[in-house]
């Protein structure tokens, strides 16, 4: 029932993601998780030819506290990362600002990978929140029996991840055995996330270890040990 009338259906399907955790009883169960972006100005085509990135391909590294970069249609670098990356108890910041701790740390890390672009600045940055769920894999579920179903803690992976769950949802409400009702994701259970303040210390300890983890490597032949903690809080 909403305030505009009263909406009947077989099936209802949670789809809310990041923001499933403002729904009620659900605050633990998919932690809103921030991910920041910003884009720089555009760069001239001599900025081009000196980094050797001629063409549209995708950047990421393999850092613990990792980044992802693109070269825009109009010549820009679109980097991103974590910034800030939970707000206590489960907040969602909704003035659609991002911070500017945020802002410096992703132009310090982009100017680490391309000094070249030092003399440019950041044109824009925006932020939004990913579903996370305890063991950081996606789930899709639908209970015949109440006509109650979900999708989501694609973490980060939804723009192709999504297709899939849609599809599998389809399969699931139709009653239909198929190859996508039958991978593991489906019905799976994962447990809740801690309760607070244990939520949020977890989850910056984690980033703090990732991050002293990444500067030891720089250095270092083999995985730090202190990332190899971060994992087990994480529930890797």
């Known amino acids: 029932m909403t305030p505009y009338g009263t909406v009947r259906a077989t099936y ?3 789809a809310t993601e990041g923001f499933t955790a403002r729904l009620n009883g659900l605050r633990r169960q998919w932690l809103p998780m921030n991910s920041s972006m910003i884009v720089t100005e555009p760069l001239p085509a001599s900025f081009w030819d000196e980094v050797g990135w001629r063409g549209a391909e995708l950047l990421g590294d393999l850092a613990h506290y990792y980044m992802y970069a693109q070269r825009t249609a109009d010549d820009r670098i679109a980097f991103g990362g974590r910034g800030r990356p939970y707000l206590y108890g489960s907040r969602i910041d909704a003035r659609g600002r991002t911070h500017e701790w945020t802002v410096e740390a992703l132009w310090r890390l982009l100017v680490d990978f391309f000094p070249q672009a ?14 996370v769920p305890r063991d950081w894999c996606s789930t899709v579920h639908v209970d015949p029996a109440t006509g109650l179903g979900w999708a989501g803690g694609y973490t980060g992976h939804g723009v192709t991840t999504t297709n899939l769950a849609g599809r599998t949802l389809r399969d699931l409400i139709l009653g239909e055995e198929t190859r996508l009702t039958s991978l593991p994701w489906v019905g799976r259970k994962v447990r809740s996330w801690e309760p607070e303040p244990l939520r949020w210390m977890g989850v910056h300890a ?6 002293v983890a990444d500067h030891r490597e720089r250095s270092m032949p083999r995985t730090s ?6 994992d087990l809080i994480t529930g890797h």
């Open 225 to 230: 040990a202190l990332a190899r903690f971060a």
């Open 118 to 131: 030092r003399s440019s600045s950041v044109a824009h940055a925006w932020s939004g929140v990913l579903g």
């Open 12 to 14: 209802v399907i949670r």
């Open 206 to 211: 984690m980033y703090r270890l990732y991050r």
